[in-house]
């Protein structure tokens, strides 16, 4: 690989490394309502569940059962949401390695310069595609814990 080659594949390798950047800012101030809600609002009630399980009428084993019966709305929206940001990861994954997959064989067929903007292309293509289901990934969760859009 020449100089120029190396340096223009440099290049645009930053400005994918910009382009990704942009999806987890995008993701994480999309999914913040949906974080807040987990976080503060169920863990609330977590907490405030609990208290009301130190009871002296009850006994250790009772108290512990009790606490852990608190915990389960909060144990299961934090594995919904993590299982669900899982498979938006996967699926942006499976899109990018399609993408190196292309490049990689336009390299072994000596396409030239060509590939390197091709794989910058395709990985742009799969991030706008991956992106643009952010909003309906954010509704189907705010759906399933019942957040609403109002203001508190």
Do not use: W
């Not at 009301?52 to 594995?79: G, K, L, T």
């Not at 799969?126 to 203001?151: C, G, W, Y």
């Amino acid at each position: 690989m020449d100089h120029l080659a190396a340096v223009e594949q440099q290049m645009v390798s930053e400005r994918m490394r910009k382009r990704l950047n942009e999806v987890n800012l995008a993701a994480q101030s999309q999914l913040a309502p949906v974080q807040d809600h987990i976080n503060f609002t169920l863990q609330q009630a977590y907490f405030k569940c609990a208290y009301e399980c130190f009871d002296r009428r009850r006994n250790q084993e009772e108290i512990s059962n009790c606490v852990e019966h608190c915990s389960v709305p909060v144990v299961n929206a934090q594995q919904h949401f993590e299982n669900e940001m899982a498979k938006f990861q996967e699926r942006m994954n499976r899109s990018l390695m399609v993408c190196q997959d292309k490049f990689e064989a336009a390299k072994l067929q000596q396409v030239g310069s060509d590939a390197i903007n091709d794989l910058e292309s395709c990985v742009n293509k799969s991030i706008e595609d991956n992106m643009r289901t952010l909003p309906h990934l954010v509704a189907r969760l705010k759906s399933s814990f019942s957040i609403s859009d109002q203001p508190k």
